[in-house]
Nanobody, 115 residues
């Protein structure tokens, strides 16, 4: 049974930082391209960042470039999203996605940026 479990969300003030984790089980993690998405209330889910299987190539939404860093540790079956200089518009539920033909999603973790 494939599971993707996000953690690390929470409430922070503008300018703060959070580190999200996505722990995978039930799949061969290194075979999967991984992504972070987010969905704010009343909005569509959007791509935040993605990373190739070996971690050699990353891609970011323009809105987070220079502030967020995606990474992965294939030995730990875990993907990360380091989020710095957070803004109120970053408030959303953050989801991880694994893709290798089949697509799997995690259950999401809430990030709230507010003063």
């Amino acid at each position: 049974q494939v599971q993707l479990v996000e953690s690390g969300g929470g409430s922070v003030q503008p300018g703060g930082s959070l580190r999200l984790s996505c722990a995978a089980s039930g799949l061969t993690f290194s075979r999967y391209a991984m992504s972070w998405y987010r969905q704010a209330p009343g909005q569509e889910r959007e791509l935040v960042a993605d990373i190739t299987r070996a971690g050699g190539t990353t891609n970011y939404a323009d809105s987070v470039k220079g502030r967020f860093t995606i990474s992965r540790d294939n030995a730990k079956n875990t993907m990360y999203l380091q989020m710095n200089n957070l803004k109120p518009e970053d408030t959303a539920v953050y989801y991880c996605k694994a893709r290798y033909g089949t697509v799997y999603w995690g259950q999401g973790t809430q990030v709230t940026v507010s003063s």
